[in-house]
T-cell receptor
Framework: DAGVIQSPRHEVTEMGQEVTLRCKPI?????LFWYRQTMMRGLELLIY????????DSGMPEDRFSAKMPNASFSTLKIQPSEPRDSAVYFC???????????????FGEGSRLTVL | ELKVEQNPLFLSMQEGKNYTIYCNYS?????LYWYRQDPGKSLESLFV?????AVKQEGRLMASLDTKARLSTLHITAAVHDLSATYFC????????????FGKGTHLIIQP
């Protein structure tokens, strides 16, 4: 399996611009998570989906952030308009549902490093 | 609100030494995970601990879980430079939200 695939790996943009981050989860995984990592706040859960349905978006910092999962193999995280404080590494992760032999382990993508000038 | 605390947050040690990283969490959980992150890289799963008393070992790393004390440890034996990385513990709330809550991470530097 190719693992969780994220794009772009690096994005540099100017304040006020729209940013779209993309994620392809591991095939067959029914949970998808978006995390943000910064030095100050560590790893924060932004939102997660189960079977393409958003379950908990309480970690999304503001209305400028939105996420979608139109099908089982694709998700986007959009920031509009972007601000310098959004600069971070955004990770996508996926997993199988808990139960049975499933360990609930998260598998992470390589991350998208966002810099907003 | 679940809190996950790791200590120490920074650790510089010499090769050949032993050391332990601690992970405390504030609410009931029977699943705990350890991840490794190299600079600029993704998070790599190291251990999955699924029950009280669970112990897992891989090479020079050994992880254990005490759910009654809400404590997990990651023990490093005879450290080598290649183990330099940031180590995160993460907790899965029993019957609660589906995401993992991560500690701040322990930045480990192993010097020759």
């Amino acid at each position: 399996d190719a693992g969780v695939i994220q794009s772009p790996r690096h994005e540099v943009t100017e304040m006020g611009q729209e940013v779209t981050l993309r994620c392809k989860p591991i095939s067959g995984h029914d949970y998808l998570f978006w995390y943000r990592q910064t030095m100050m706040r560590g790893l924060e859960l932004l939102i997660y989906f189960n079977n393409n349905v958003p379950i908990d978006d309480s970690g999304m910092p503001e209305d400028r952030f939105s996420a979608k999962m139109p099908n089982a193999s694709f998700s986007t995280l959009k920031i509009q308009p972007s601000e310098p404080r959004d600069s971070a590494v955004y990770f996508c992760a996926s997993r199988l549902g808990r139960g049975g032999w499933n360990t609930g382990e998260l598998f992470f993508g390589e991350g998208s490093r966002l810099t907003v000038l | 609100e679940l809190k996950v605390e790791q200590n120490p947050l920074f650790l510089s040690m010499q090769e050949g030494k032993n050391y332990t990283i601690y992970c405390n969490y504030s609410t009931t959980s029977d699943r705990l995970y350890w991840y490794r992150q190299d600079p600029g890289k993704s998070l790599e799963s190291l251990f999955v601990l699924l029950s009280n008393g669970a112990v897992k070992q891989e090479g020079r790393l050994m992880a254990s879980l005490d759910t009654k004390a809400r404590l997990s440890t990651l023990h490093i034996t005879a450290a080598v430079h290649d183990l330099s990385a940031t180590y995160f513990c993460a907790v899965d709330i029993s019957g609660g939200a589906d995401g993992l809550t991560f500690g701040k991470g322990t930045h480990l530097i192993i010097q020759p």
